[in-house]
């Protein structure tokens, strides 16, 4: 009986833990990825344009703007790298995370 009761007091932290614990119910598609930002804002902006050469993704919610430039992740101005197809993004206070991992 104690063993049931010990995981699922445990499960949402190792959930946490492995990035799980992210949610991203209202994550907005930008290109082939979802992406969302907490705390939640009560206005977001998005826009995309497809100049020559590759294409632009633009989410600014509150004071986290959040830009996808030919498959190039950066959030408030700094570079996190390339995304792969259909990579998850999410930020929630200042942290990066992709599909679920921290990123610096």
Do not use: W
Request: glycine residues 12%.
């Amino acid at each position: 009986m104690r063993r049931p009761l010990l995981t699922l007091l445990f499960l949402p932290l190792l959930l946490q833990a492995c990035g799980g614990g992210h949610d991203t119910s209202d994550a907005l598609p930008l290109g082939t990825h979802k992406v969302s930002v907490r705390p939640r804002c009560t206005s977001k902006q998005i826009s995309n344009r497809f100049p020559e050469g590759g294409a632009v993704y633009n989410l600014t919610c509150g004071d986290t703007a959040v830009t996808i430039r030919n498959e190039e992740l950066l959030v408030n101005g700094k570079s996190y790298g390339k995304l792969g197809e259909g990579d998850a993004v999410h930020v929630e206070s200042g942290a990066v995370f992709v599909n679920g991992k921290r990123k610096e």
